[in-house]
């Protein structure tokens, strides 16, 4: 299983875009990387999953290099509700297991 | 469309008492089942796995322990609890016909062992 390597904690201001890097040196050929988003005393929720390249949907972008080895969540215009933890999750298998996740603080 | 249960949503238990949580998931079948932990301010960690009825992984060797007596339908359980098992816990599920899976979490249950 990949173990995944996140910063621990990011500031922004409001309307900025906010870049989080995960770093997954040891992906398997058969595993995507996911990224999930989680408030205080609720569930993770799904944001993003891609393979390689670049994924594009109505919240975030998802950017990884050919060598797969990183991903970048990009979240465009961050807005004060987008205060929450992180988390990268590269997995092929059904052991899905999370790392410490990014704690982001959007600023007004 | 699919919904996932998980109570109750708070719990205050003392030392050395049982627990039970129960999941369940409604609409799609033989999903895998999940029990995560979160204690206060770290990240999630993966208690068991279950990828069919009475098929059980631990990830983590502790006090705990899950059953899976129905398809839909996800137990953890402790015989005597201890104040170490305090956390945040939460059910997931996932679709087991699809590869690298995404995960659609409960609302979680707040544990407070005094």
């Known amino acids: 299983l990949a173990k995944t390597t996140q910063p621990i904690s990011m500031d922004s201001y409001e309307g900025q875009e906010v870049n989080i890097t995960c770093s997954h040196n040891?992906?398997?050929?058969?595993?995507?990387i996911t990224w999930y988003q989680q408030f205080p005393s609720q569930g993770p929720r799904f944001i993003i999953q891609?393979?390689?390249t670049k994924v594009t949907n109505e919240v975030a972008s998802l950017f990884i290099p050919a060598d797969r080895k990183s991903s970048t969540l990009s979240l465009p215009r961050v807005s004060l509700s987008d205060t929450a933890v992180y988390y990268c999750?590269?997995?092929?298998?059904?052991?899905?297991?999370f790392g410490k996740g990014t704690k982001l603080s959007v600023i007004p | 469309s699919q919904t996932i249960h998980q109570w109750p949503a708070t719990l205050v238990q003392p030392v050395g008492s049982p627990l039970s949580l129960e999941c369940t998931v409604e609409?799609?079948?033989?999903?895998?089942l999940y029990w995560y932990r979160q204690a206060a301010g770290r990240g999630l960690q993966l208690l068991f796995y279950?990828?069919?009825?009475?098929?059980i992984s631990s990830e983590v060797p502790q006090n705990l322990s899950a059953s899976r007596p129905q398809d839909r339908q996800f137990i953890l359980s402790s015989k005597k609890l201890l104040l170490s098992d305090s956390g945040f816990y939460l059910c997931?599920?996932?679709?087991?016909?699809?590869?690298?899976?995404?995960?659609?979490f409960g609302s979680g249950t707040q544990l407070s062992v005094l």
């Open positions: 997931a599920w996932s679709n087991s016909a699809i590869t690298n899976e995404k995960l659609f």
């Open positions: 040891n992906i398997a050929t058969n595993d995507y």
């Open positions: 891609g393979y390689k």
């Open positions: 999750l590269v997995a092929g298998s059904y052991q899905l297991t």
């Open positions: 609409g799609t079948s033989n999903p895998n």
């Open positions: 279950s990828v069919g009825i009475g098929q």
